[in-house]
Each structure stands twice: as structure tokens, then as C-alpha cells.
């Protein structure tokens, strides 16, 4: 090689990074100030508006009301019915219906031989 190759300079301008910056943020101030202004522009969200109500909502005997529907629920449990008109399928109380499945499973079935 008989010439020296020119490679870029090592320096940074900073003069003209300085101007870089000052124009961004200039630019970005303007950004701003513009939305600002946008946004005192648009239109406010009106405040809900309160609509009286048209009679009592709240249970007047709330633990009382809690305590009877509980008990019916666990009187419907206890006790034997059919679930089907046609008398296939009936519900057993839970005590016994455990009791049942623990006896199946106690004493499993024996297979067939043929």
C-alpha cells in the first residue's frame, strides 16, 4: 500500500449534537403545549346524573331470611325423593349415599367368569 487510507475522524461534533438536542427538545415542548391545549378542548364527561329509586331494595330480615333458606336447603338433603318422573333416578340423604359408596368400595364386585 503506498498511500495511507483516510478513515473518519475520531472527534465528535458537539456542536452539532447541542443543536440535536435543543431542536428535540424544543420539538418536544411544542408536542406538549399542543396536546395541552387539545385536551382543555375536548368536551368534560358529565357527572352521573342520581335516579331515586323506586321502592326499597334491602331485605328487611336479612339473617332471618339467611337462616330459612339454609334450613330448607338441608331439609330438601335429608330426605328421599324420586328426581324423575319415571322413577329411575332418586336422590339419597348424604350420610347415607357416603355410607353406600364406602360399603361399594369396601367390598369391590367379583368378575363373572363366563
Known amino acids: 500500500m503506498t498511500g495511507a487510507t ?24 411544542v408536542v406538549l403545549i399542543v396536546m395541552y391545549a387539545w ?3 375536548m368536551p368534560k364527561p358529565s357527572a352521573p346524573r342520581a335516579v331515586a329509586a323506586s321502592g326499597a331494595r334491602l331485605q328487611a330480615h336479612a339473617p332471618s331470611d339467611r337462616e330459612r333458606v339454609l334450613a330448607a336447603q338441608r331439609l330438601r338433603l335429608m330426605r328421599y325423593r324420586w328426581t324423575d318422573g319415571s322413577h329411575r333416578y332418586a336422590q339419597v340423604p348424604i350420610e347415607r349415599a357416603m355410607t353406600i359408596i364406602a360399603d361399594d368400595a369396601a367390598h369391590p364386585a367379583r368378575e363373572a367368569r363366563p
Open 6 to 29: 483516510q478513515h473518519e475522524a475520531h472527534h465528535v461534533d458537539t456542536r452539532a449534537l447541542r443543536r440535536i438536542g435543543i431542536w428535540a427538545a424544543m420539538a418536544f415542548t
Open 39 to 41: 385536551w382543555r378542548q
